[in-house]
């Protein structure tokens, strides 16, 4: 069973920094790509940023880079997103989500390419 517990959201400026880390499985952290997904209320979940299984490919959706910065420690089971220049819009629950279906190279930004996803944490960003 996988597991990811999310951290590290909270209530901040327009223009602060948010670093959000997940605590995965063992498991996942040597075999799956992982990705950061979000929720804004009355909306869908989109991806925010994902990495490849080694950590050596990452890809962001538009609306976060050059803001956010995903990385991971395969060697504590951790996967972080470093968010800068927070806006209001980023306003949203962020899960983290492990993608055990592929081999862990390729980035999917699909929700359903995830199966495994965490309970989410809040990021408020206020003007």
């Known amino acids: 069973q996988v597991q990811a517990v999310e951290s590290g959201g909270g209530l901040v400026q327009a223009g602060d920094s948010l670093r959000l880390s997940c605590e995965v499985s063992?498991?996942?952290?040597?075999?799956?790509?992982m990705a950061w997904f979000r929720q804004a209320p009355g909306q869908g979940r989109d991806f925010v940023a994902g990495?490849?299984?080694?950590?050596?490919?990452?890809y962001y959706a538009n609306a976060v880079r050059g803001r956010f910065t995903i990385s991971r420690d395969n060697a504590k089971n951790t996967v972080t997103l470093q968010m800068n220049s927070l806006k209001p819009e980023d306003t949203a629950v962020y899960y983290c989500?492990?993608?055990?279906?592929?081999?862990?190279?390729?980035?999917?930004?699909?929700?359903?390419?995830?199966?495994?996803w965490g309970e989410g944490t809040q990021v408020t960003v206020a003007s």
């Open positions: 063992a498991h996942a952290s040597k075999t799956a790509a």
């Open positions: 990495i490849s299984r080694s950590g050596t490919r990452t």
């Open positions: 989500a492990a993608d055990v279906l592929s081999d862990g190279t390729e980035i999917n930004i699909g929700v359903r390419d995830y199966v495994y």
